[in-house]
């Protein structure tokens, strides 16, 4: 994630902060924004450090870039989706190459081929890193039974609630913390229900990134890293109050959708309280505003 972080930013010279000011004059192009850099990147952190960055330097207005982490939010639940389709398939065989690619490009002079060698170099650790997360507990299974912490109930969903924001805060990455979390389920060690609430926990433990990069920047910075933490929590507040009935939901949801795969579950249920929580406080980005005033 590093390596794709000091990629992406090479780029974000010229072209990103370009099209940054032009595509937030609205609240729904705010959010798209936010979506669509986040789905292209693969990297919420780098959008919203560069968010916060630019916020802070005024390039922006705060309903703006509360619009982007909005979308940020949502457009990186496709990394879910991306990480059940690679625990599909043998891809520490595309690792090397990318990597070998990476290493080339990233000893030339140029910045620019420099910069997409660090984003190879990224891209080929991480399908490295999910093949490993998966082996990894394939064998975890016969040394640790992680089932006997596999508390059923509201219990359940606060244990591994915690879990997921804890991992996620240490290691300031919801898409590895995800990684573990499918693999982990797919191996058997914990139920669908308690991984549900581990990714939800993933949401609650990515506001860190953003909190730490504003730290460092003015008062309108850290006015966006707090409204970060008002839609993080306030969803997974909101989700925990009615998780029974929302995995009927999601049961019911699954059904329509022909969706069998608990793993591909897990993604639909990341995707989708990411897009109620988008499509609920979008319409209280006005009252947000006024409240840092």
Known sequence: MTN?????????GDLLEKILVKSTDTKIKSILFGTLSTLIMQF??????????????GLISLGAGIGIIFGAN????????LIVGLTNIKISMLAIPLLIIGVLFFFQKDSVLKGLGNIFIGIGFFFLGVDYIKSGFENFKYIIDLSRFDFAGFKGVFVFLGLGALLTGVIQSSTATM??????????????????????????GGVVTAVLASLSTNIEGKKLAFANCIFNFGIAFLIVLIFP???????????????????????????????????????????????FK
């Open 44 to 57: 919420s952190i780098l959008v919203s450090i560069v968010t916060i960055s630019f916020l802070s330097a």
């Open 4 to 12: 794709l972080g000091i990629g992406f930013k090479v780029f974000s």
């Open 179 to 204: 990684a573990m979390i499918v693999a982990a389920l797919l191996a058997g060690q914990i139920s669908l229900e308690n991984s549900l609430a581990a990714t939800l926990g993933t949401s609650v």
């Open 245 to 291: 009935y929302f995995i009927h939901f999601l049961n019911f949801l699954s059904i329509v959708l022909n969706i069998e795969d608990i793993a591909l579950k897990v993604a639909l249920f990341h995707t989708l309280f990411n897009l109620i929580g988008v499509a609920l406080f979008s319409f209280f980005t006005p009252q947000i505003v006024l409240f």
């Open 74 to 81: 949502l457009g990186n639940t496709a990394s879910s989706w």
